[in-house]
């Protein structure tokens, strides 16, 4: 059996599995589909594919998209507490972008 290695999202992903046996489960179908079939199955929630493997890509999506969810609670802290250590650049650069629109 070759040795497969993945890279971008996918291997992203397979570094968040926790269960070796949802990895495995993972490279069997990998190995089996076309990869950019299997990440569409993944992001449209193709009801075929196990409910581990959707709580899987949950999880990775939780952590990509962490730093979005992180700049709303830090804006929020800036304006109830005026905390500006927590504001990135960015987010206050976004905010500045938005109040000069009003």
């Given at each position: 059996?070759?040795e497969?290695t ?7 992903l397979?570094?968040a599995v ?10 069997r179908l990998?190995?089996r589909?076309d990869?950019?079939?299997?990440e569409?199955a993944?992001q ?8 581990g493997y959707a709580?899987?890509?949950r999880s990775?999506?939780a952590?990509k998209?962490r730093k ?11 304006i109830k507490h005026?905390?500006s ?7 206050a ?8 629109g009003l």
């Amino acid at each position: 059996m070759r040795e497969l290695t993945f890279s971008g999202k996918t291997g992203v992903l397979l570094a968040a599995v926790k269960s070796p046996e949802i990895r495995k489960g993972y490279v069997r179908l990998l190995e089996r589909y076309d990869l950019t079939a299997m990440e569409q199955a993944l992001q449209q929630g193709d009801p075929t594919l196990p409910e581990g493997y959707a709580k899987v890509y949950r999880s990775y999506l939780a952590v990509k998209n962490r730093k979005q969810h992180d700049d709303h609670g830090n804006m929020n802290a800036f304006i109830k507490h005026g905390d500006s250590s927590k504001v990135s650049l960015e987010t206050a650069r976004s905010a500045v972008a938005y109040l000069e629109g009003l």
